[in-house]
């Protein structure tokens, strides 16, 4: 008789998220991710990092969900693309996770980081850990690229702390080739965060020939600063530290040979959001 040995999965803590991700989660038979993503008792996640500093204000525990429908050209994690590149983990598992953590996230000021990949696309799930967080007492912050915004109930909105909105681009035809999907509704999740108070931070990595356009960047800065909840902006200079994860998954990387902005660069564009008397870094 063939004994079946139980899979073993990689540990759930990465050192960072820059490290490559297999087909954990093709293992679990379809009606049961099809259970996980209804109820959220389940999710499929690349790892649990610790220590970042960037995710979030303080030091953070940032968990980094699998699912993504964006494409972004210069995405550094594409392993977090599909769902099932994900490991399997019990809402159950990720909340011990995060419990382990809770006292040191209070005396460090820090908090809970939901990432990805596209945290919404298992938004049950999210909605479930930021609940757990919260009755934890520990800050809760979404990482988004904001398109499936609509996913979350007014109520299931006020368990999160803070956003982090993405915003690839504000030209709608330079967001679709970048990422293949619209801005729109994008920009009517960014309204929504407005017209519930919700803290934002905006986040906006800055690629060359590719959202340095000063034209692009003037009208993205004024709506944000017209929202009146954005706290702070990050502009985030496009780097080539997912590189290798394009070639090792056979994906046609289309970014090669592009180079980080300089600093003259990054710095007019902080400028443009500064102009516009936001927080801009
Ligand atoms: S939204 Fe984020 S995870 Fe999704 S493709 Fe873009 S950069 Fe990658």
């Keep these: ?22 087909n954990w989660g093709q293992t679990v038979p379809e009606s049961d991710v099809r259970e996980a993503l209804a109820t959220g008792e389940m999710g499929f996640l690349h ?14 525990v940032v968990a980094w969900t699998t699912g993504c429908q964006f494409r972004c050209l210069y995405c550094h994690n594409p392993d977090t693309w599909n769902l099932d590149h994900g490991i399997p983990v019990t809402l159950e598992r990720a909340t011990e996770e995060l419990r382990k953590y809770r006292h040191g ?8 980081t939901l990432s990805g990949g596209e945290p919404l696309m298992q938004d049950r799930f999210a909605v479930k850990l930021f609940a757990a967080a919260r009755t934890m007492g520990i800050h809760t912050a979404l990482d988004t690229n904001g398109s499936l915004g609509n996913r979350l109930s007014d109520a299931e909105l006020d368990t999160i702390s803070l956003v982090l909105l993405d915003i690839k681009c504000w030209n709608p035809e330079v967001h679709e080739r970048l990422t293949r999907m619209e801005v729109r509704p994008v920009l009517d999740f960014a309204r929504r965060l407005a017209s519930r108070h919700k803290p934002v931070w905006l986040r906006y990595v800055l690629v060359p020939d590719l959202t340095d356009n000063p034209l692009d960047i003037a009208p993205l800065a004024k709506f944000a600063a017209e929202l009146g909840n954005v706290e702070r902006v990050d502009i985030l200079p496009f780097h080539q530290l997912g590189e ?10 289309k970014l090669q ?11 007019m564009a902080r400028e443009q959001f500064r102009s516009q008397g936001l927080n801009a870094y």
């Design 47 to 60: 790892s649990f990092t610790t220590g970042s500093a960037v995710d979030g204000p303080g030091v953070r």
């Design 257 to 267: 040979g592009v180079q980080p902005p300089p600093p003259e660069i990054i710095a």
């Design 244 to 253: 290798f994860k394009w070639k090792e998954l056979k994906l046609n990387y």
């Design 105 to 112: 996230l209070k005396v460090m000021s820090g908090g809970f």
């Design 1 to 22: 008789m063939n004994a079946t040995k139980p899979l073993q999965y990689p540990p759930l803590h990465a050192e960072s998220p820059f490290e490559l991700r297999g």
